[in-house]
């Protein structure tokens, strides 16, 4: 089993990846899109109502990733890919939110129902903070993807502040 990450192949073995949102995370750089990947590195993500997309992020390809152990699921490798299809299946019954139940909440889904860590009460909040302290970038494209919209937009703010006053 390769355990290794792909980004040129959009391959990301027992991975949470992140993308940007355009306009949402030039503002606030923290805020993204989320997905799973499968034991082979297959993406999943909740890309809107009703919907969840193979192999085709919703908003780009991933510009951070976070590998997690499949040691830590119930059921290793078989318990993880069984839980990311289930989770998978449910989020294509509901409707997307973008502040309540989204793609965060689709991936907390899939870790709860691995028991992840033997613990089932992951969030969006949660995910969301781990991938900030946690989360690799793909290179350094995958850093300027999310870093530069915002270096820029503040930079503007503070010229037009400055010029103002």
């Not at 499968?38 to 390809?61: C, H, L, Q, W």
């Not at 289930?86 to 973008?98: D, G, P």
Request: glycine residues 8%; hydrophobic residues 40%.
């Amino acid at each position: 089993m390769d355990l290794n990450i792909h980004p040129e192949r959009q391959r990301f073995p027992f991975c949470i990846v992140w993308t940007p949102l355009p306009i949402l995370t030039y503002i606030l750089p923290f805020i993204g899109h989320m997905g799973i990947a499968t034991s082979t590195g297959v993406i999943r993500d909740f890309a809107g109502p009703y919907y969840v997309s193979e192999d085709n992020m919703a908003f780009g390809k991933p510009t951070k990733y976070w590998q997690l152990d499949y040691t830590k699921t119930e059921g290793g490798i078989q318990g993880w890919d069984t839980s990311v299809a289930k989770a998978s299946e449910i989020y294509k019954t509901r409707m997307h939110n973008l502040c309540c139940d989204n793609c965060h909440s689709h991936v907390a889904t899939a870790l709860n129902l691995m028991s992840y860590g033997n613990s089932s009460n992951w969030n969006m909040v949660k995910l969301a903070f781990l991938m900030l302290l946690h989360g690799k970038y793909v290179g350094i494209m995958g850093f300027l993807k999310t870093w530069l919209p915002f270096c820029i937009f503040v930079t503007i703010i503070l010229i037009l502040s400055l010029c103002v006053y």
